[in-house]
């Protein structure tokens, strides 16, 4: 299983029904379950039992979605290690002021990596 595989059965697995699933993860229940019963296939065993309204976890799919909570953990942990180490300023930086989005680019030649998005609202609707 890939770390993909992981996060995607997380959702999965916290979900009632392939219908939430597929809602949480924004794709439709057939993409769910195809991408569902690829990793069953690649791995060789059932995770979660269908039934026409719920679905519910196999003794498999139980280990798989407690491990893989602990797998997911442990890279985000030495991702956040690793990323400590270098003396760059990371974070995510939150600004409620059009005005600031040239400058917020400018931050460019100062050589700060980061990720810049833009909303258009009133300050008590943007998160």
């Known amino acids: 299983m890939t770390t993909d595989d992981l996060t995607f059965f997380q959702v999965v697995s916290s979900a ?6 597929a809602r949480r993860l924004n794709v439709t229940p057939p993409a769910v379950t ?3 019963r690829a990793i069953e296939d690649r791995i060789g065993v059932r ?5 026409s309204r719920r679905l519910s976890l196999t003794d498999e799919g139980e280990l ?4 893989g909570a602990s797998i997911i953990a442990a890279i985000e942990d030495l991702s956040e290690r690793l990323a400590s ?3 760059k300023v ?15 680019h400018r931050t460019d030649r100062a050589g700060i990596r980061k ?3 833009r909303s258009v609202g009133d300050a008590g609707t943007l998160r």
């Open 16 to 21: 009632t029904s392939l219908a939430e699933a």
């Open 34 to 36: 195809q991408r569902l």
């Open 47 to 51: 995770l979660i039992e269908r039934t």
């Open 64 to 67: 798989v979605a407690s491990e």
């Open 85 to 87: 180490r270098t003396s």
């Open 90 to 104: 990371r974070g995510h930086l939150r600004v409620a002021a059009p005005w600031l989005w040239q400058a917020i």
């Open 115 to 117: 990720e810049a998005s």
